[in-house]
């Protein structure tokens, strides 16, 4: 079956204190966004990918393509307000029945093994998404106090998240809600199950200046 990957890259560089977009930030003297594409090209060479940058984006990728001789192949499409608005226009390049992933483009230290046993899931459940089990204590605040939650209950949340076509195409004509965190709470809106997958914990978006340190440290180790 065919499959999709639609890399989503509209962050800013605001919480790293950067003027450079987070995703154009270099990561081993190469942009993070580069290094999230090499992954699924890793993956599947087939795999056709989709990359939605902001407007005022797309030449600043071109010049950084042409700088780092990147020609990996993939498509640009034009981000929308929100990440919904973004992932909807992602769609708009999907055109055959298929598997698609949407994967945030600040997540470069995904496995490619990862990415094929993801696909393989969705193949067979429409629906799945990669979560990790909460291993800190967590709290609810409430009122003027707060109170434990049993963790065992809870997961954290990954990207690729992958789904049949005809099911997120079907979910995405929906409006826009506050609810939507993410393309599986999307979908979850149609009364369909996410199945659960276990995903990696070095899988992590990159959002703070930490997260590259600790991004450098996981790609130079032994």
């Known amino acids: ?6 890399i989503v890259a509209g962050g800013s560089g605001q919480r790293m204190e950067s003027p450079v977009p987070k995703q154009f930030m270099e990561l081993n003297q190469k942009p993070v966004l580069m290094h999230t594409i090499e992954k699924f090209y890793s993956a599947a060479s087939s795999i056709h990918i989709v990359v939605v940058l902001p407007k005022t984006h797309h030449s600043v990728w071109t010049i950084l393509c042409q700088k780092h001789q990147f020609s990996i192949p993939h498509q640009i499409c034009e981000g929308g307000a929100s990440r919904f608005q973004s992932v909807r226009n992602g769609l708009e390049l999907c055109t055959e029945d298929s598997i698609i992933a949407v994967h945030d483009g600040v997540r470069p230290l995904i496995h490619p093994d990862l990415i094929l046993n993801l696909y393989h899931q969705a193949e067979l459940n429409s629906a799945v998404i990669p979560v990790c089990p909460i291993l800190e204590s967590i709290r609810k605040a409430q009122g003027g106090g707060s109170k434990a939650l049993d963790r065992s209950q809870y997961y954290s949340v990954q990207t690729p998240q992958c789904f049949s076509s005809d099911l997120l195409q079907n979910a ?6 506050e609810t939507f965190t993410d393309d599986a709470s999307v979908v979850e809106a149609l009364g369909k199950n996410v199945q659960l997958f276990k995903g990696e914990r070095t899988n992590i978006k990159l959002t703070t200046p ?13």
């Open 172 to 177: 995405y004509q929906h409006d826009e809600q």
């Open 1 to 6: 079956m065919k499959r999709y990957a639609i």
């Open 210 to 222: 930490e997260d590259f340190v600790f991004a450098e440290a996981l790609l130079n180790r032994p």
